[in-house]
């Protein structure tokens, strides 16, 4: 990743800002040293990511997940 960051398209920086959820506009502030808060993923982002990845989990995995979900903590 590091070879082609200076030719990098604005079509892909638009993409992995928003894979990683972050804002466009915040990475000038970024880039200066600005923290930002931290992104806590939505149900959406969660289901999202869960239906895109679920197939390739094993079934020990998926119960794992479950109980996690389900747990008090």
Same mark, same amino acid.
């Given at each position: &990743?590091?070879?082609?960051?200076? #030719?990098?398209?604005?079509?892909?920086? $638009?993409i992995?800002? #928003?894979?990683?959820? $972050?804002?466009?506009?915040?990475l000038?502030? &970024?880039?200066k040293?600005?923290?930002?808060? =931290?992104?806590?993923p939505?149900?959406?982002?969660? =289901? &999202?990511? $869960?239906? #895109?990845?679920?197939?390739?989990?094993?079934?020990? =995995?998926?119960q794992?997940? $479950?109980?996690?979900?389900?747990s008090d903590?």
């Amino acid at each position: &990743m590091l070879n082609g960051v200076g #030719r990098a398209s604005v079509d892909n920086i $638009i993409i992995i800002c #928003r894979h990683l959820g $972050i804002k466009i506009k915040d990475l000038e502030e &970024m880039s200066k040293g600005a923290n930002k808060e =931290q992104y806590e993923p939505s149900f959406d982002d969660l =289901q &999202m990511l $869960i239906a #895109r990845n679920g197939k390739s989990l094993s079934l020990d =995995q998926k119960q794992a997940l $479950i109980k996690s979900l389900l747990s008090d903590d």
